[in-house]
């Protein structure tokens, strides 16, 4: 049974406000700042230019920038919220992927279902409608998102309604949402999944099942959520297609022994697979809805992976054989070998940066490679990043200019690209003991990384390109995970000690401790929401906590999902469910509300 639980002793006071010293001129104080508040004709200059030019004028400034300006004068705030300046600039805040992201849960709801989301927490109803009225505005994902995120901030605690209990394998404790959120897949046994998808009403129904006679390895939604596609032992592959609201159709990719993975292209009009048989199969998705081979990638030795570019015009893949291949689309639609990557051992993994102009792979000969894409097609080496030891992982970052990799030898290296095109070391973050994992913030201006050593280290890159370290995280044992949040504000770490910490990124670049969420036992990986403002952790003390980011910058308690058995892992969907699987073979989707929805919210 859920509980809320209001009064958590774990909270910290706000901190309080200095006084500010008197002024003649009329003023308002906002988060420790004074705000003075001047005439139009002092923003004359502004004021007069054309609104295009404004509106050009608006995308440069950040978020805390624009709400100085709202708040100084009421000719030019009126501007900013006709412009949807700080929707806007609160949006530039995410990644390109993420703002896709977003975009694609907001279109592929209809005008109803968008407003009872807002409603769920908020009754101020012109506000919906004023939301809602603007739909057909480029800017609309970004105006309904971030009027969400604050509502939601605004909201001390939440309501939790459970909207559906499936059954599943608490052993398996797998579950993929679709990219809107709408679907879910989960794994009842490890021979089979099945398809559940969202009603009108908020209720979840079972849509499909997806057998097998061998266990399956994975599934994975396509991006426009239509297709799912299995892997399983059983040397072959699943594409599942949503045929009406209640069945799926299939297609089979086989192979002669197990499938390491598959995934589908960006645009969802190609599937690859990678297998153990040494073959990687690209399917192309034709008008009749049939899918059809387009190409087999051969290697002399088990594939560990296989990866679309961006534009979905090249494959890339890895091998045990030590070979890496990159194939691309021809205009005639046939795919064709444009490059091989060689190292001296297995390759363990590879991957396209965000701009599909570069590549890297991951090899067990401690090395990672960086190719690039030239002006006439071909693929040529830029640099070889060494270790002394295993390499853990390699990331670009998002705006496809840094790499860092990490190691057991002890280090996370950071190379970056230079004006004319080449690649040199930028940074090595060092720690005591093997590096397991370091990733890239979403503006590419952080990086986090976290070692068995029981530390997290959060780097930040200074306007002359170089990096500083501005902050360690210490936890008493391992560090389990260590996550940024999607628009690069916050970074959460969870440890073998029971404990998740929350850090902050202040407006100067330094980072603070806002928050710490204990358990009584073990815990879970803690994430974050599609909009970073909320993170929901779980444990084995039958425990599911979620911590919102209110509208005073304090991360609190706002609800506790309780059971009688362990909470094995618990997510959010895109669309702000939470998903919690539980021992006892069951999975549970917790609608979020808020408690007291009498405020109103400015926009």
């Known amino acids: 049974m859920d509980c809320l639980n209001n009064n958590s002793g774990r909270r910290t006071p706000p901190s309080s406000i200095p006084g500010q010293p008197p002024s003649d001129t009329p003023g308002c104080t906002t988060m420790g700042r004074n705000v003075v508040v001047r005439d139009k004709n002092e923003f004359s200059l502004l004021l007069d230019l054309p609104e295009d030019i404004q509106s050009k004028i608006f995308t440069y400034l950040q978020a805390r920038d624009i709400a100085h300006l709202t708040r100084a004068n009421s000719s030019i705030n009126n501007r900013l919220k006709n412009n949807a300046a700080m929707a806007r600039a609160w949006y530039r805040r995410f990644a390109s992927s993420h703002q896709t992201l977003l975009k694609t849960i907001v279109t592929a709801k209809d005008k109803d279902e968008l407003q009872k989301w807002l409603q769920r927490f908020t009754k101020d109803e012109a506000l919906v409608k004023s939301i809602m009225d603007r739909q057909a505005s ?5 105006l309904f998102f971030f009027t969400l995120t604050k509502l939601m901030s605004q909201s001390k605690t939440f309501k939790l309604e459970t909207k559906a209990n499936i059954p599943c394998s608490s052993s398996e404790h797998l579950a993929v949402f679709s990219g809107d959120g709408s679907q879910v897949v989960i794994a009842c046994d490890s021979k089979t999944w099945k398809i559940y998808g969202q009603e009108s009403d908020g209720s979840w129904e079972a849509k499909g099942t997806i057998p097998n006679n061998y266990r399956v390895k994975s599934v994975t939604f396509s991006a426009d959520g239509r297709y799912l596609v299995a892997t399983s032992k059983g040397g072959r592959a699943k594409i ?17 022994d197990s499938v390491h993975s598959a995934t589908f292209s960006p645009d969802s009009h190609y599937a690859a697979t990678a297998s153990r048989d040494g073959k990687a199969k690209i399917y192309g998705l034709e008008a009749d809805g049939s899918w059809v081979e387009k190409a087999i990638i051969r290697h002399n030795n088990f594939l ?6 961006p534009d979905s015009r090249h494959v890339l893949t890895a091998s045990f054989g030590g ?3 990159i194939y691309g689309k021809k205009n005639d639609g046939s795919w064709a070998e444009k490059a091989i990557i060689s190292h001296d051992n297995r390759v363990n993994s590879d991957t396209f940066s965000a701009d599909g102009r570069h ?22 080496e830029k640099a ?3 270790h002394d030891d295993g390499v853990w992982s390699a990331t670009f970052s998002p705006n496809s200019h840094c790499v860092v990799t990490a190691s057991m030898d002890g280090r996370a290296i950071i190379y970056g690209k230079n004006y004319h095109g ?8 060092t720690h005591d003991d093997w590096v397991f994992s370091a990733t890239f913030s979403s503006d590419s201006r952080c990086v986090v990384t976290r070692g068995t050593d029981r530390v997290a280290k959060i780097y930040g890159q200074k306007d002359d390109g170089s990096w500083e370290e501005k902050m360690i995280i210490c936890h008493y044992l391992k560090v389990c995970s260590a996550t940024f949040s999607a628009d690069s504000r916050h970074v959460i770490t969870s440890s073998e000690d029971e404990t998740v910490k929350i850090y902050s ?11 710490t969420i204990s358990h009584d036992s073990s815990i879970g990986p803690a994430t974050f929401s599609i909009d970073g403002n909320h993170v929901v952790t779980c444990g084995t003390d039958g425990k599911g906590i979620i911590y919102g980011l209110g509208s005073d910058g304090l991360w609190k308690e706002k609800a506790v999902i309780c059971d009688n058995t362990e909470i094995k892992s618990a997510i959010f969907s895109m669309d702000g469910h939470v998903l919690t699987i539980h021992g006892g073979n069951r999975a549970k989707i917790t609608k979020l509300w808020m408690i007291d929805r009498s405020f109103t919210v400015t926009q």
Not at 138 to 142: G, N
Not at 246 to 252: I, K, L, P, V
Not at 359 to 380: C, F, H, P, Q
Not at 422 to 429: D, T, V
């Open 138 to 142: 480029i800017y609309f994902p970004a």
């Open 240 to 256: 599942y297609g949503k045929k009406d609201d209640r069945s799926w159709e299939e297609a089979t990719i086989p192979h002669d």
């Open 304 to 309: 560990s992976s296989v990866t679309f570019s």
């Open 323 to 325: 070979k890496a291949k």
């Open 359 to 380: 590549v890297m792979t991951r090899s067990a000969d401690n090395k990672v490679k960086i190719y690039g894409l030239e002006a006439d097609g071909s693929w040529e």
């Open 384 to 386: 070889i990043i060494s």
């Open 422 to 429: 080449s690649w040199e070391k930028k940074a090595i973050i």
């Open 505 to 515: 990124r202040k407006d100067n670049g330094s980072w603070e401790r806002k928050a």
